[in-house]
């Protein structure tokens, strides 16, 4: 190879689209792109499987009780006789719409509280930092089961039960992010060239602190689809006849020497989804991280 050549290697490497060098860095990890394959296959079973489903997930079938896996029912059936694999498939579905709904809220709260809190510092972060502190200060699956216990169970009490518990989390790390920002000196130019602080927070405060939360975010997905599962396993999340993982499991566990098709399936599904979640949000962050954008 000849001087010219060699020095036009890493020439290229750099002059590479920033998009294409963060998605090489990406499938340079392979625990990254199995998470990544593994969430894809949830998102797809949960959004289109439903509609193809073997049988109908709520039929039930009282001859047919705690049957084995069967050309019929491909992964045995439950103590209702209702198809395990077809409700597994809906119970997906039920997770992911829990765990978006519950994000889109812990996003929009904790993101708007977090940066109040940074940029205008003083009392408001004071309170603000008190009241994420005492929601800190307990384990939020009990905050969550007390919740569940008064409002009752249900998806709508899932989802609020656990948006109360999460906010605060993703306050925290966004106010951290924003104080280390709030110093730049970019930020300094924008006040003095008169832009309002909502275009301030919006322009150049969000778009900065986008990748920590993005990963945050995608690690948070498999504790809150846990979570949901842990309210279902225990009665106060999702009732039947909704299929949902959580439920099924504890279903499942009275016949689990005898028939352990429900909970075995059902445990098997929760894990890897959750495995998966954490796979994909490592990937991210190392994709992410600056300081190995050169190696």
């Not at 490497?13 to 090489?24: F, S, T, Y």
């Not at 089961?145 to 169970?153: F, Q």
């Not at 279902?232 to 006849?241: H, N, V």
């Amino acid at each position: 190879m000849t001087a010219d050549a060699e020095v036009a290697a890493p020439i290229a490497a750099r002059d590479l689209p920033p998009i294409l060098g963060l998605w090489r860095r990406f499938v340079a990890q392979r625990s990254a792109v199995i998470g990544f394959v593994i969430v894809l296959f949830v998102i797809l079973v949960g959004s289109v499987g439903p509609a193809f489903t073997p049988h109908p997930f709520d039929e039930t079938d009282l001859l047919n009780t705690w049957s084995p896996p069967s050309e019929n029912n491909m992964l045995g059936t439950d103590r209702l006789g209702r198809d395990i694999l077809s409700r597994l498939i809906v119970g997906a579905r039920t997770s992911l719409v829990v765990a978006v709904t519950v994000l889109a809220i812990t996003l929009l709260i904790g993101v708007a509280v977090g940066m109040a809190a940074g940029y205008l510092g003083g009392w408001i972060d004071g309170l603000l930092m008190r009241t994420v502190d005492v929601m800190l200060a307990f384990p939020a699956v009990i905050v969550a089961i007390l919740v569940t216990s008064v409002l009752g169970s249900g998806e709508t009490t899932v989802i609020i039960s656990l948006s109360i518990v999460w906010w605060s989390g993703v306050a925290r790390l966004t106010r951290s992010l924003t104080i280390v920002l709030r110093q730049e000196l970019f930020i300094d130019a924008a006040i003095v060239s008169g832009t309002p602080l909502p275009l301030i927070l919006w322009r150049h405060i969000l778009p900065n602190i986008f990748a920590p939360i993005l990963v945050r975010t995608s690690v948070g997905v498999g504790f809150i689809i846990m979570a949901e599962a842990t309210l279902s396993f225990l009665g106060l999340g999702i009732q039947e006849p909704q299929a949902s993982w959580g439920g099924m499991i504890r279903d499942g566990l009275p016949m689990l020497g005898a028939d352990p098709y429900l909970a075995l399936f059902g445990s098997l599904a929760l894990g890897v989804t959750i495995i998966g979640f954490n796979l994909l949000g490592d990937g991210l962050r190392d994709m992410l991280d600056p300081r190995l954008q050169g190696r």
